[in-house]
């Protein structure tokens, strides 16, 4: 079935340190991508909005030069958090559609990141 | 704008027990619900998923069931296992442009051996 592959797994790193997320289909094209953000005993909450070969479309009170989001293929969207402080740990996931636009398809998601900083 | 609740937070529950979860919303145009399953530090596997148009969907010993117009929804799982142990998690889709989710805050599951 579908796949979605999600690295690094785990990243501990220094605050002022910037972190690339990779968010990969591996078996289907995904014009559309979303990036969560879960905090510990919460929910997971929309961040972006991954769109291929445009600008990510962000979610109200996510800061789009801190959360930098870039779709340069069909089955790659990557995050990268920029001059990370320790408000910024979390576990950061990616979704994407089965088929982009069509309801019918069940959201197949990454094994998700977390993201210390110290 | 869309609220998703699930209660409870958490259960407990011995072997074997039949158990309900339960998820409710407060809009009801919604294009779809999916329940997930998030283990502890892991990703989400997607269990069941319901097009607003239907009433019910099982695989296996789960069975979720969807009242749009009363906005929600029920996980049953039958006989449960201590391999179900894990949060369960249940997803609106609001619109069929692009297909964001709003989830709820999930019910920690403990199925006791």
């Known amino acids: 079935g579908a796949v979605v592959s999600q690295h690094p797994s785990w990243v501990i790193c220094k605050s002022g340190t910037s972190v690339k997320i990779e968010c990969r289909s591996l078996d289907f094209q995904a014009t559309t991508m979303f990036w969560y953000r879960q905090f510990p005993k919460q929910s997971l909450m929309l961040m972006a909005t991954?769109?291929?070969?445009?600008?990510?479309?962000?979610e109200q009170g996510v800061e789009k030069d801190k959360f930098l989001i870039n779709h340069a293929s069909l089955t790659l969207s990557t995050l990268t958090v920029t001059s990370a402080h320790p408000e910024d740990s979390s576990f950061y996931i990616c979704?994407?559609?089965?088929?982009?636009?069509?309801?019918?398809?069940?959201?197949?998601f990454g094994d998700g990141t977390r993201l210390s900083i110290l | 704008k869309q609220e998703v609740t699930q209660i409870p937070a958490a259960l407990s529950v011995p072997e074997g027990e039949n158990l309900v979860l339960n998820c409710s919303f407060t809009d009801s145009a919604i294009y779809n619900l999916q329940w997930f399953r998030q283990d502890p530090g892991k990703g989400l596997t997607s269990l069941l998923l319901?097009?607003?148009?239907?009433r019910e969907q099982t695989s296996g010993r789960l069975n979720a069931s969807l009242d749009k117009s009363s906005g929600r929804s029920t996980l049953y799982i039958a006989a449960s296992q201590p391999g179900d142990s894990a949060t369960y998690l249940c997803a609106v889709r609001l619109d069929n442009q692009g297909g964001k989710l709003i989830f709820g805050q999930g019910t920690e599951l403990s199925v006791k051996p």
């Open positions: 319901i097009q607003s148009s239907q």
């Open positions: 979704s994407a559609p089965d088929r982009s636009g069509y309801s019918n398809q069940p959201q197949h």
């Open positions: 991954s769109n291929e070969g445009s600008k990510a479309t962000y």
